[in-house]
């Protein structure tokens, strides 16, 4: 994404992590805006959530429903890059540290994905150097 160019993606609440098909580039700046609803489960009722997930229920020590993003390392380094995820929620801010693949996924657990139903539309803008 070119700076103050702004690419809309699609994360569907069923799925693991999507590739946003985006490298970003260590110390740029990056900003990501989640917008939609979906839902979580459907028993004993359906539950929807937003970006910001719900906090009655965690998954790898985070709200479900809350939108995470990884970044798949350029380098191989023994270790899995996608094992580092932090929190996006409904808006970030960011500077990445290595340059790679952005991934986007909305907080679940794995064997819960489902009985998710919808997607999040996430904008993500590279922003100059302040």
């Known amino acids: 994404v070119p700076e103050d160019e702004t690419r809309e993606v699609v994360v569907a609440s ?4 999507s590739n946003t098909g985006l490298r970003v580039e260590a110390g740029k700046r990056y900003e990501l805006r989640a917008v939609g609803r979906f839902s979580i489960a459907d028993e004993p009722r359906v539950w929807y959530s937003e970006a910001g997930g719900l906090s009655f229920r965690y998954a790898q020590g985070k709200p479900i429903g809350r939108l995470v993003a990884s970044i798949r390392d350029d380098r191989p380094t023994g270790r899995s890059s996608m094992l580092d995820v932090f929190d996006v929620g409904l808006s970030k801010r960011f500077v990445p ?5 952005l991934y986007l996924r909305i907080n679940d657990d ?18 100059e150097k302040e």
């Open 14 to 17: 069923d799925r693991g992590w």
């Open 97 to 101: 540290e290595r340059g790679g693949t």
């Open 110 to 127: 794995w064997g819960q994905l489902a009985d998710n139903r919808g997607a999040l539309r996430v904008s993500i803008e590279r922003k």
